[in-house]
C-alpha cells in the first residue's frame, strides 16, 4: 500500500539580499521537481552530496518547509491542499529524526518528562498510564528505566539518539523521516541505531525516509534509494539495482566514493571533479552536464531522458551501465 506520494514537488528559498533595496528577488530552487513515492513498511534512502535538498525535501514532506509547487499525499490525502485537521493528522502520523542528538532534545527537561511531553500533546494514552509508556518506550530502543530522571546533558550520543527515536516512537508514526540520523555517531552506535530502526520497521512496519551521506549505510538498511543532484532525482531504484548497475554517471561517482564496497571488483574509474554549483544558478540542459565526463553537447540544451527499467529508474542520455 502506497503510504507517502510525492508529486512535483518544489520548494524554494529567497536567496540572501535578494528582494532588498529594490534589487529583484532571485530564488534559490532547493527542491526542484521531485516525485517519490513510498510504501507502508518500506524503507526508502536519500543520497546526495551536501546541499542537493535532501533536507529541505524531508522537511517540506512534514509541511516543516513551505512548498512553492506540487503534491504531498500522505495515506491518499493531500496534505499541501489540506486544512488545519490535516496537518494535525500528519503531526499525529508521522516523526522525524535529526542529526544532533542533543540539540534535537530539550536539555532542561529529563527523558522522562520529555517522552511524557509527546504523550500528553499526541493524547497518546490516559495520564496516569503515561509513566508506564515511557518504561516501554524506552526499552523498546534498548535503554534502562532509570535513564528517564536524568537530562540529555549527561547522556552520551548514541544513548541520545536512542531518545530520539524513542521520542518518535511515541507518536507510533506511519512515517519516519530520520535525517542524518547515525552520522554524528560512532560506528559501532551506528550499526547498533541502523539495527534498531530495521527491527523497529519489522515489527511495527513503519516506513522510513532515510536521508543519508554514507551509501554504505543505505545499501544495508534501505530497500530503495533515490539519488539527489541539485534538487532533482537523478536516479532511484531497488538498492541491489541502483549499487550493482547505476545508470546514471553521478551514481557512478557516488557509488565509487565508497571505500571497499566491494573489494574483489575493480572499478572503473568515474571521477567526480569540482563541487555542484550553486542551486540559485542551474545549469542549462542536465543539471549535471558540467561535471560529468560522459557529457554531449545536448546534455547543455535539453533536459536529460527519463528511462524505467524494471522499477529503476534515471535522467541520462546514457542508456548502459556504468559499473
Ligand atoms: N532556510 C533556508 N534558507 C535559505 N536557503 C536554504 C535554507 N535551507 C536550505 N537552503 C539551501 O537550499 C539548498 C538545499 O539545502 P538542504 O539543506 O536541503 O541540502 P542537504 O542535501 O540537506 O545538505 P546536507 O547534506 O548538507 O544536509 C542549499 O543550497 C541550501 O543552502
Ligand atoms: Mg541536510
Not at 542528538?101 to 520529555?114: D, M
Not at 527491527?199 to 551521506?213: D, G, P, S, V, W
Not at 540559485?280 to 528511462?307: D, M, N, V
Request: charged share 20%.
Amino acid at each position: 500500500m502506497t503510504l507517502l506520494q510525492v508529486k512535483d514537488l518544489q520548494v524554494r528559498f529567497a536567496a540572501p539580499g535578494s528582494g532588498l533595496f529594490g534589487l529583484r528577488r532571485q530564488w534559490l530552487k532547493a527542491v526542484n521537481g521531485i516525485s517519490l513515492s513510498l510504501a507502508a513498511g518500506e524503507v526508502l534512502g536519500l543520497v546526495g552530496e551536501s546541499g542537493s535538498g535532501k533536507s529541505s525535501l524531508g522537511r517540506a514532506i512534514l509541511r516543516l518547509n513551505e512548498i512553492a509547487a506540487g503534491q504531498v499525499l500522505f495515506d491518499g490525502v493531500d496534505i499541501t491542499q489540506g486544512g488545519k485537521l490535516d496537518i494535525e493528522r500528519l503531526r499525529r502520523e508521522t516523526a522525524m529524526i535529526f542529526q544532533d542528538p542533543y540539540a534535537a532534545l530539550n536539555p532542561r527537561l529529563s527523558i522522562g518528562e520529555t517522552l511524557a511531553e509527546v504523550l500528553r500533546v499526541q493524547r497518546k494514552v490516559a495520564t496516569p498510564l503515561i509513566p508506564r509508556r515511557v518504561d516501554e518506550l524506552l526499552a523498546q530502543v534498548g535503554l534502562h528505566a532509570e535513564l528517564a530522571s536524568r537530562k540529555p546533558g549527561s547522556l552520551s550520543g548514541g544513548q541520545c539518539q536512542r531518545v530520539g527515536i524513542a521520542r518518535a516512537l511515541a507518536i507510533e508514526p506511519r512515517l519516519i523521516i530520520a535525517d542524518e540520523c547515525v552520522a554524528a555517531l560512532d560506528v559501532s552506535i551506528q550499526g547498533q541505531i541502523i539495527n534498531l530502526l530495521l527491527e523497529l520497521r519489522q515489527r511495527m512496519n513503519l516506513a522510513i525516509l532515510f536521508i543519508a551521506h554514507d551509501l554504505a549505510i543505505v545499501r544495508r538498511l534501505c530497500d530503495r534509494v533515490a539519488v539527489m543532484y541539485l534538487g532533482q532525482i537523478v536516479e532511484e531504484g531497488p538498492v541491489e539495482a541502483v549499487f550493482g548497475a547505476p545508470r546514471h554517471p553521478y551514481t557512478a561517482a557516488l557509488i565509487q566514493s565508497i571505500p571497499e564496497i566491494d573489494p574483489t571488483r575493480a572499478l572503473p574509474r568515474e571521477p567526480l571533479p569540482g563541487e555542484p554549483p550553486s542551486p540559485l544558478h542551474l545549469p542549462s540542459g542536465c543539471a549535471f552536464h558540467p561535471r560529468c565526463r560522459h557529457a554531449r553537447p545536448i546534455c547543455t540544451e535539453k533536459p536529460p531522458p527519463s528511462h524505467d527499467l524494471k522499477g529503476q529508474r534515471y535522467s541520462c542520455v546514457l542508456e548502459k551501465p556504468l559499473l
